[in-house]
C-alpha cells in the first residue's frame, strides 16, 4: 500500500522516491503502528477490557527496543536516509534505547496510579507514545525542519499530559503554563531556525555548520544565540526554567517523571546535534552562552531546592541543577579535543539520570499511596515502616548527590573530567563551581535521607506501604541500573565513545 | 611491578567479605536479631581471619613494596583500573580496620544504641568496614576515592540515627564538611591526571610521572588534596565537625571515627599528596606544620575548657592528629616514622577511650565532668583502665602514645633539606608545650571523674549486679577492651614490632626527595 502511495506521488510531482532502509526506521515505525493500536483498541473495547491497554503500550516500547538493538549490532555503521537528514549512528541509538525504555518505566508508574485516579487512560498512552515518537525522531533529525517537528510532536502530547488531572487547577496551570512557555520556546527558537535558513541557504545541518563559521557576525550569533536559548527552555536552564517548578508540581507525578526525565533528555539530545552538527564551529558564541547556563542554572536550582517543603517541586529544583550539571561540559566543548569528551559526559549523564530520577518517583509514587500527602516531612520514619523503600530512596538520593559508587557519581565524575581535560581557566573554574554545588546538593538529598531515617512518623501511622507490582518492578529496574551504572561504569560508557556525531562535520 | 606472592586474592576478599555478610544478612528477618548479630559478627571475624592470613603471608623482609598486588581493568574509558596492594604502611591500618570492627560488633553485642535496629546498626558497620580496609589498599585514585567516598554514608546514618540529642545537626556537619573536601579533592585528582598526560590514574605511575608536574600546578593540585584530606584527619581549622560528631555519634561509631575514619585523611597525604607532588609538598610543608601546631595548641585548650567527657577527649583527638600531622610535615622518615605509629597508636588509644566513655555514659547516664566522681571507688576496674588509657594518651613511655607523639617532636628538630630549620624548631618547642597541656587535661580529667568520693546522686547505685545500675567492666567490656589494652602495652614496650615494618615503606615514600 505504501508503494502504492509513493508511486502515486512520484508520478504527481515528478518526484523520485528515496530508497527507505526499513531497518533504520523501525523503531520509529513500530511505535507508530503501537500509537494507532492503543487508538483503535480504545475506541473497540468496553470500558472493563481498558486494562489492556496499558500492557500494549508498554509491549510496543519493548517491542521498539528490539530494533534499536539489531541496529546496534550490527555492523553497518551509520545509515544515513533522506539526504542526511535522517541519521541512525551509535549516538542516536543510545539515545532512543533512552527514550523507549524510560517510556516503558513511566508505563510502569502510570498504570496503577491512571486506574486508581479514575484518569482516562486510552487517551494517555496514545499522547504518551506520540510524544515518545517525537523523541525517538528527534534523536536521528539532523535537520531544521526534523527537528522542529520532532520538537513539536514530543512537546503537544505532553502539553496535555500536564493538564491531564483535569478538575484540578494546579494541573490546569500546569498544563497551560508549560504549553504558553513551550510555545514561547519554539517561537524565538523558529527566529533563529530563519536566520540560520537565511545565512546558509539550507536547512540541512552540515550545511549549517560550514556556513556558521569563520567571522562571527552579528546577524550569526544571534541566530545561535536564539537557537541555543530556545532549547534552554526545553531543558529547563536558569533563567528559562519558570515554568518547571509549577509543570511539575502539578502534573499527576508519572507524568512529571516523564517530562523530567524523557522530555528534558530529549531538548539535551537536540541541543548536541544543533550544537555538533549545525554550530561546530561557533563555539566562542555558544560556550560562553552554556558557561553561565551551566553556573547558573546548578546554583540556583540547588539554592531554590533547599528551601522547598513539597517533595514534587524538590525534585523539580533538584531536575533543574542536575540539569546544569548536564551542561557544564559543553561550556568546553569547543576547546581542542574536548568535544568527544564533553558529549561523552553528557550522554552518561543522561542515561544514569534517568534510571535514578525513575526511581525517585517510582519512590515518591509507592510513598504517596499510603500518605496521599506531597509535603517532605510525611516521609518521616519512613525507615521503620517501609525500611526497603527508604534504602532504595536513600540509594536514589545518594545518586543524585554523586556520592560514589552509585550511578549519578559516574555522571559527575564524567562531566568534571570534561571540564577538567579542557585545561581552561573557564574550565577549572567552572569545575569548582560544580564542586561547591554538589555540596550545596546534599543539604536536601541529605535532607530526604533525614527525614526517612531519622525522623519520627508524622502522624504514628505505620501501616506498610503497598506497591503494585508494576511499580515494584520499576523499583528494581530503576535500583539495579543505579548501582550497575555506578560500580561497573564502563557498560555504559562505552555507550559515550560516539565519534559519529563529532565526525558529521567531518572533525 | 613484581608481585611478591601469588595470594593476590587476599585482600579482594579481605575487602568485599563485609558486603557478602550484609547480603546475607538482608534476607534474615528483622525480629531475629541474635541471627543478625551472629551473621554480622562471624562475617568480621572471617573478615579478620582473611587479614591475619594476609599478614602471616606478608613478606616482611620486603615491608617497602607493594605486595598481593592485584590489577584488572575495571573502567578502561576513564583509564582507572581494579588495582590494589598492601606494603607495610598500610598493613597496620588495614589490619587496624578489622580489629576494631570485630571489637567493636562484640562490644555492641548488647549495646545497640537506641532507637535499636539491630539489623540495620551491623550492616552499616559491615559497610563501612569496606570502605576503610579498601581505602588502605587501593592503588588506583578513583579506586581511592570510591572507597574514601564509601565511609561517608554509613557514618552519617550511624551518628543521624543512633546519636544523641543534636545528631541531625552533627550528621549534617560531619557530612557537608568531608564532602566539600572530596568535591574538590576529585577536582586535583583530575587535573593531576590530565597534567600527566592523561593515561592513567594508578598511583605508582602518578608517582613517577607527577614530579614533572610545573610547580604553579603542583601547588595548586596539591591545595585541592589538601582541603579533602584535612577535613577528614581533621586539621585546624577545618576541625569544626569533629567535636561534635564525636559527642554526637553512638560508642561504636565514635570508637571507628577515632580508630580508623581520621586516619584516611592522614594515610592519604603519606600515601598519595606527599610522593605524587614532592615539590608542592615543600611548598606547602611549613604550612601544615604551622595549622599542626596550632591544631595541637588549640585543641589542648579546646579540651581543658570542656565540661562533658566525650567532647574533651574529641578535642584531644584534635590535638593528637596535629603531632601526627606535624611528623608528616617535616617530611623526613624519622617524622613519618612515627606519624605512621601515631596513626596506630592513636587509634587504639582514643578508640578506646570512646569506648570507657561509652560505657560511663550507660552507666551513669551522663558524661558531665562535675557529675562524676570517684569512678575508682565505685567500678575500680574500669576506673584503672581509664586510667591507663589515659597515661597512654599523655604519651607515657613505655604505652604506644609515647612513640607517636615524642619521636613526632623530634623530629621538627631537623627537618628534610630544604625547609626552614629555624620555623620547624619553633614549631618544635610549641609541640612540646602541647604535650606539658595534654598531661594537664587528661590529668585533670582522671583526677575530676576517677578521684574522690561517688557524688551524692550516684552514690547509691552500686552494687547493683543486674546491669541496669553502676557495675563494673561486663564480660563483653572485657572482650572488647582487652585485645586493645594488651596492644598498646606491647606497641609500647616494643615499638619496633610496627617500626620495622613501617620504616622500609617511609623510605618508599620519601624517595621521591632522594632519600
Known amino acids: 500500500?505504501?508503494?502504492?502511495?509513493?508511486?502515486?506521488?512520484?508520478?504527481?510531482?515528478?518526484?523520485?522516491?528515496?530508497?527507505?532502509?526499513?531497518?533504520?526506521?523501525?523503531?520509529?515505525?513500530?511505535?507508530?503502528?503501537?500509537?494507532?493500536?492503543?487508538?483503535?483498541?480504545?475506541?473497540?473495547?468496553?470500558?472493563?477490557?481498558?486494562?489492556?491497554?496499558?500492557?500494549?503500550?508498554?509491549?510496543?516500547?519493548?517491542?521498539?527496543?528490539?530494533p534499536v538493538l539489531t541496529l546496534a549490532l550490527s555492523d553497518a555503521g551509520t545509515r544515513s536516509l533522506f539526504d542526511d537528514r535522517y541519521v541512525v549512528d551509535n549516538f542516536s541509538l543510545t539515545m532512543k534505547g533512552l527514550f523507549v525504555l524510560a517510556g516503558y518505566l513511566v508505563v510502569l508508574l502510570s498504570s496503577d496510579y491512571l486506574r486508581e485516579g479514575d484518569f482516562y487512560e486510552g487517551e494517555y498512552w496514545v499522547l504518551m507514545l506520540s510524544s515518545l515518537l517525537g523523541m525517538v525522531m528527534m534523536a536521528s533529525s539532523r535537520d531544521l525542519v526534523s527537528i522542529f517537528v520532532s520538537l513539536e510532536f514530543l512537546s503537544i502530547p505532553a502539553y496535555m499530559m500536564a493538564a491531564w488531572r483535569?478538575?484540578?487547577?494546579?494541573?490546569?496551570?500546569?498544563?497551560?503554563?508549560?504549553?504558553?512557555?513551550?510555545?514561547?520556546?519554539?517561537?524565538?527558537?523558529?527566529?533563529?531556525?530563519?536566520?540560520?535558513?537565511?545565512?546558509?541557504?539550507?536547512?540541512?545541518?552540515?550545511?549549517?555548520?560550514?556556513?556558521?563559521?569563520?567571522?562571527?557576525?552579528?546577524?550569526?550569533?544571534?541566530?545561535?544565540?536564539?537557537?541555543?536559548?530556545?532549547?534552554?527552555?526545553?531543558?529547563?536552564?536558569?533563567?528559562?526554567?519558570?515554568?518547571?517548578?509549577?509543570?511539575?508540581?502539578?502534573?499527576?507525578?508519572?507524568?512529571?517523571?516523564?517530562?523530567?526525565?524523557?522530555?528534558?533528555?530529549?531538548?539535551?539530545?537536540?541541543?548536541?546535534?544543533?550544537?555538533?552538527?549545525?554550530?561546530?564551529?561557533?563555539?566562542?558564541?555558544?560556550?560562553?552562552?552554556?558557561?553561565?547556563?551551566?553556573?547558573?542554572?546548578?546554583?540556583?536550582?540547588?539554592?531554590?531546592?533547599?528551601?522547598?517543603?513539597?517533595?514534587v517541586r524538590m525534585l523539580a529544583f533538584s531536575s533543574i541543577s542536575q540539569g546544569g550539571f548536564i551542561l557544564m561540559p559543553l561550556a568546553i566543548a569547543g576547546e581542542g579535543d574536548s568535544a568527544g569528551a564533553a558529549l561523552r559526559a553528557v550522554v552518561?549523564?543522561?542515561?544514569?539520570?534517568?534510571?535514578?530520577?525513575?526511581?525517585?518517583?517510582?519512590?515518591?509514587?509507592?510513598?504517596?499511596?499510603?500518605?496521599?500527602?506531597?509535603?517532605?516531612?510525611?516521609y518521616g520514619g519512613l525507615f521503620s515502616y517501609a525500611p526497603g523503600l527508604a534504602v532504595i530512596m536513600t540509594i536514589f538520593m545518594a545518586s543524585l548527590a554523586g556520592i560514589p559508587p552509585l550511578g549519578g557519581w559516574i555522571g559527575k565524575f564524567g562531566s568534571f573530567q570534561a571540564l577538567v581535560s579542557a585545561g581552561t581557566t573557564w574550565g577549572y573554574a567552572l569545575a569548582v563551581i560544580g564542586a561547591v554545588n554538589t555540596v550545596i546538593a546534599f543539604g536536601y538529598y541529605g535532607n530526604m535521607m533525614r527525614e526517612m531515617w531519622m525522623r519520627p512518623v508524622p502522624d504514628g501511622d505505620t501501616t506498610p506501604v503497598v506497591i503494585p507490582s508494576a511499580l515494584m518492578v520499576a523499583l528494581g529496574l530503576t535500583t539495579f541500573a543505579t548501582l550497575l551504572l555506578g560500580i561497573l561504569p564502563g557498560l555504559v560508557l562505552h555507550f559515550g565513545d560516539l565519534a559519529n556525531l563529532a565526525g558529521a562535520f567531518g572533525g | 611491578m613484581e608481585v611478591l606472592s601469588d595470594n593476590n586474592w587476599a585482600l579482594s576478599v579481605g575487602t568485599f567479605l563485609p558486603l557478602l555478610g550484609v547480603l546475607v544478612m538482608l534476607f534474615i528477618p528483622k525480629a531475629q536479631e541474635t541471627a543478625t548479630k551472629a551473621v554480622a559478627l562471624i562475617t568480621a571475624v572471617a573478615t579478620l581471619g582473611v587479614g591475619i592470613f594476609t599478614l602471616t603471608q606478608f613478606n616482611f623482609d620486603q615491608a617497602g613494596k607493594m605486595q598481593f598486588v592485584a590489577q584488572t581493568n575495571w573502567i578502561s574509558v576513564l583509564k582507572s583500573t581494579y588495582f590494589v596492594g598492601i606494603d607495610g604502611i598500610s598493613l597496620p591500618l588495614y589490619l587496624l580496620s578489622m580489629v576494631i570492627t570485630v571489637l567493636v560488633m562484640i562490644y555492641s553485642w548488647n549495646h545497640v544504641p537506641e532507637p535499636g535496629n539491630t539489623k540495620a546498626f551491623f550492616a552499616l558497620m559491615l559497610i563501612l568496614q569496606t570502605g576503610m580496609a579498601g581505602t588502605f589498599i587501593a592503588r588506583d585514585l578513583i579506586l581511592f576515592f570510591v572507597f574514601f567516598e564509601l565511609v561517608l554514608l554509613p557514618m552519617y546514618f550511624m551518628i543521624g540515627v543512633w546519636g544523641g540529642e543534636h545528631r541531625q545537626y552533627a550528621s549534617?556537619?560531619?557530612?557537608?564538611?568531608?564532602?566539600?573536601?572530596?568535591?574538590?579533592?576529585?577536582?586535583?585528582?583530575?587535573?593531576?591526571?590530565?597534567?600527566?598526560?592523561?593515561?592513567?590514574?594508578?598511583i605508582p605511575f602518578l608517582i613517577e610521572n607527577g614530579a614533572g608536574i610545573s610547580r604553579n600546578a603542583q601547588i595548586w593540585i596539591f591545595g585541592g588534596m589538601f582541603?579533602?584530606?584535612?577535613?577528614?584527619?581533621?586539621?585546624?581549622?577545618?576541625?569544626?565537625?569533629?567535636?561534635?560528631?564525636?559527642?554526637?555519634?553512638?560508642?561504636?561509631?565514635?570508637?571507628?571515627?577515632?580508630?580508623?575514619?581520621?586516619?584516611?585523611?592522614?594515610?592519604?597525604?603519606?600515601?598519595?599528596?606527599?610522593?605524587?607532588?614532592?615539590?608542592?609538598?615543600?611548598?606547602?610543608?611549613?604550612?601544615?606544620?604551622?595549622?599542626?601546631?596550632?591544631?595541637?595548641?588549640?585543641?589542648?585548650?579546646?579540651?581543658?575548657?570542656?565540661?562533658?567527657?566525650?567532647?574533651?577527649?574529641?578535642?584531644?583527638?584534635?590535638?593528637?592528629?596535629?603531632?601526627?600531622?606535624?611528623?608528616?610535615?617535616?617530611?623526613?622518615?624519622?617524622?613519618?616514622?612515627?606519624?605512621?605509629?601515631?596513626?596506630?597508636?592513636?587509634?587504639?588509644?582514643?578508640?578506646?577511650?570512646?569506648f570507657i566513655a561509652g560505657s560511663v555514659k550507660e552507666r551513669y547516664h551522663t558524661l558531665e565532668i562535675s557529675r562524676l566522681s570517684g569512678m575508682l571507688k565505685q567500678m575500680p576496674r574500669m576506673g584503672w583502665i581509664m586510667g591507663f588509657c589515659v597515661m597512654a594518651s599523655l604519651g607515657l613511655p613505655g604505652l604506644a602514645g609515647f612513640w607517636g607523639e615524642f619521636p613526632a617532636i623530634l623530629s621538627a628538630y631537623q627537618p628534610a633539606a630544604g625547609l626552614s630549620e629555624v620555623t620547624f624548631r619553633i614549631f618544635m618547642v610549641i609541640a612540646a608545650v602541647g604535650t606539658v597541656l595534654a598531661a594537664g587535661y587528661l590529668l585533670w580529667l582522671f583526677q575530676r571523674t576517677a578521684f574522690g568520693e561517688p557524688t551524692a546522686e550516684f552514690s547509691g547505685d552500686s552494687h547493683d549486679d543486674h546491669g541496669s545500675g553502676i557495675h563494673d567492666v561486663n564480660v563483653f567490656e572485657w572482650m572488647a577492651w582487652a585485645p586493645l589494652l594488651a596492644a598498646i602495652l606491647v606497641l609500647g614496650v616494643y615499638p619496633n614490632l610496627l617500626f620495622k615494618i613501617i620504616d622500609p615503606a617511609v623510605q618508599g615514600v620519601l624517595s621521591a626527595f632522594g632519600g
Open chain 2, 172 to 202: 549534617l556537619k560531619f557530612f557537608l564538611y568531608t564532602m566539600f573536601g572530596s568535591a574538590l579533592m576529585l577536582v586535583a585528582f583530575l587535573a593531576l591526571f590530565f597534567k600527566t598526560g592523561a593515561e592513567s590514574f594508578s
Open chain 1, 166 to 311: 483535569k478538575r484540578d487547577l494546579r494541573s490546569n496551570e500546569a498544563g497551560v503554563k508549560y504549553f504558553l512557555l513551550g510555545v514561547f520556546a519554539s517561537a524565538l527558537m523558529l527566529y533563529g531556525m530563519s536566520l540560520l535558513y537565511g545565512i546558509s541557504n539550507s536547512t540541512l545541518l552540515t550545511d549549517i555548520g560550514t556556513y556558521v563559521s569563520g567571522d562571527m557576525s552579528a546577524i550569526r550569533a544571534v541566530a545561535v544565540l536564539f537557537v541555543v536559548v530556545g532549547f534552554a527552555f526545553k531543558i529547563s536552564a536558569v533563567p528559562f526554567h519558570t515554568w518547571a517548578p509549577d509543570t511539575y508540581e502539578g502534573a499527576p507525578t508519572p507524568v512529571t517523571a516523564f517530562l523530567s526525565v524523557a522530555s528534558k533528555a530529549a531538548g539535551f539530545v537536540a541541543l548536541l546535534t544543533v550544537v555538533y552538527v549545525g554550530f561546530p564551529n561557533a563555539s566562542e558564541v555558544w560556550q560562553p552562552v552554556f558557561w553561565i547556563l551551566a553556573a547558573l542554572t546548578m546554583t540556583v536550582g540547588n539554592v531554590m531546592a533547599l528551601r522547598q517543603t513539597n517533595i
Open chain 1, 1 to 66: 500500500m505504501l508503494a502504492a502511495l509513493f508511486s502515486v506521488l512520484a508520478a504527481a510531482a515528478n518526484w523520485v522516491s528515496p530508497t527507505v532502509d526499513y531497518h533504520a526506521l523501525a523503531p520509529e515505525i513500530i511505535v507508530a503502528c503501537g500509537i494507532v493500536l492503543v487508538l483503535l483498541l480504545d475506541l473497540f473495547t468496553s470500558e472493563n477490557n481498558k486494562w489492556m491497554l496499558g500492557p500494549v503500550t508498554s509491549f510496543t516500547l519493548l517491542g521498539a527496543f528490539i
Open chain 2, 227 to 354: 582541603v579533602g584530606f584535612a577535613v577528614k584527619v581533621p586539621m585546624f581549622p577545618f576541625h569544626t565537625w569533629l567535636p561534635d560528631a564525636h559527642t554526637q555519634a553512638p560508642t561504636q561509631g565514635s570508637v571507628i571515627l577515632a580508630a580508623v575514619l581520621l586516619k584516611l585523611g592522614t594515610y592519604g597525604f603519606v600515601r598519595i599528596a606527599i610522593p605524587i607532588l614532592p615539590v608542592a609538598a615543600k611548598e606547602w610543608a611549613p604550612w601544615i606544620g604551622l595549622l599542626a601546631v596550632i591544631g595541637i595548641i588549640y585543641g589542648a585548650l579546646g579540651c581543658l575548657a570542656q565540661t562533658d567527657m566525650k567532647r574533651l577527649i574529641a578535642f584531644s583527638s584534635v590535638a593528637h592528629m596535629g603531632f601526627v600531622m606535624l611528623g608528616i610535615s617535616t617530611l623526613t622518615s624519622f617524622g613519618m616514622n612515627a606519624a605512621v605509629f601515631g596513626m596506630v597508636a592513636h587509634g587504639l588509644i582514643t578508640g578506646m577511650l570512646f
Open chain 1, 348 to 378: 552518561t549523564y543522561l542515561l544514569v539520570y534517568a534510571a535514578t530520577n525513575l526511581g525517585v518517583f517510582a519512590v515518591v509514587i509507592a510513598v504517596a499511596r499510603k500518605t496521599r500527602s506531597g509535603s517532605i516531612s510525611s
